[in-house]
């Protein structure tokens, strides 16, 4: 797994240097089939990625490119999303990263978030755990709700979509990138994140392994631990708390909503 880490490690490395030719909030942005955003960054970092992580036998699956079946016959699968909260990167906001997961018969184990506007460089696998710039993450110690901060998608709060958690004791924080949200808490840094509207693997995958490899927990409501590499690559919605921090939300219920919402 060690040398799995090094090539997510240099594949984030390259990443940004790709980066360093466009500037976040000074970028333009069209339109894909579907409505999300796309940029020449978003490109431009899916081809380093792919030209640096992938080997011969491995199966691949990015956001930004058009999926290859051939992929579900494969036991080991990257699952990448070249910038994950496109729009905050559009908009300069320092809520985006590069998301790289990797699966194993279809189980997230390892992955890394880079995050480099925040100087945030999250690590791990189920072997080794988790890093977070280097220095290995230790376990929330949050002891009460009342002290704990839940992150929030800022689409989903404009929404409505968490209004019935408004009257909570814990403390709602909005943040773009789904992938840098399930980051930051698989590094102690926050101690839940949830969305209970659909999201695509590639938006999760990474962000998963790293709350696996941190002993935190990720789950579909209804369903349990997710899995990766299907054929359908849209799941329904994810929960996720630190690891230390479940028993603070035994008693919560989480509702998925209709994918007509999204």
């Not at 054929?231 to 035994?250: D, I, K, N």
């Amino acid at each position: 797994m060690s040398a799995v880490l090094e090539r997510i490690s240099s594949a984030l490395a390259a990443a940004g240097e790709a980066l360093e030719d466009f500037t976040p909030g000074r970028i333009e942005a069209r339109r894909k089939a579907g409505g999300s955003p796309v940029t020449e960054a978003d490109l431009a970092v899916n081809r380093v990625l792919h030209e640096v992580l992938l080997s011969d036998g491995e199966g691949w699956l990015s956001e930004e490119t058009r999926d290859n079946p051939e992929r579900l016959s494969r036991a080991r699968v990257w699952i990448v999303d070249p910038i994950d909260g496109t729009k905050e990167f559009v908009m300069g906001l320092p809520e985006w990263c590069i998301s790289i997961g990797w699966i194993e018969d279809g189980q997230a184990v390892a992955g890394g978030i880079y995050n480099p506007t925040a100087g945030h460089l999250i690590l791990g696998s189920v072997e080794t755990g988790v890093t977070l710039n280097g220095e290995p993450v230790t376990p929330r110690s949050t002891g009460s709700r009342n002290k704990a901060t839940v992150l929030a998608s800022r689409s989903e709060v404009g929404r409505g979509e968490w209004a019935e958690y408004e009257d909570r004791e814990f403390t709602i924080t909005t943040m773009g990138s789904v992938a840098y949200k399930l980051g930051r808490v698989a590094a102690g840094l926050d101690d839940a994140t949830w969305t209970l509207v659909p999201k695509n693997e590639w938006d999760i995958a990474a962000g998963v392994a790293l709350l696996n490899a941190a002993g935190g927990r990720a789950f579909i409501p209804g369903q349990g631990a997710p899995s990766f590499n299907n054929e359908t690559t849209l799941l329904p919605g994810l929960v996720a708390f630190a690891a230390g921090t479940e028993h603070l939300w035994q008693d919560e219920t989480f509702t998925l909503r209709d994918s007509k919402r999204r």
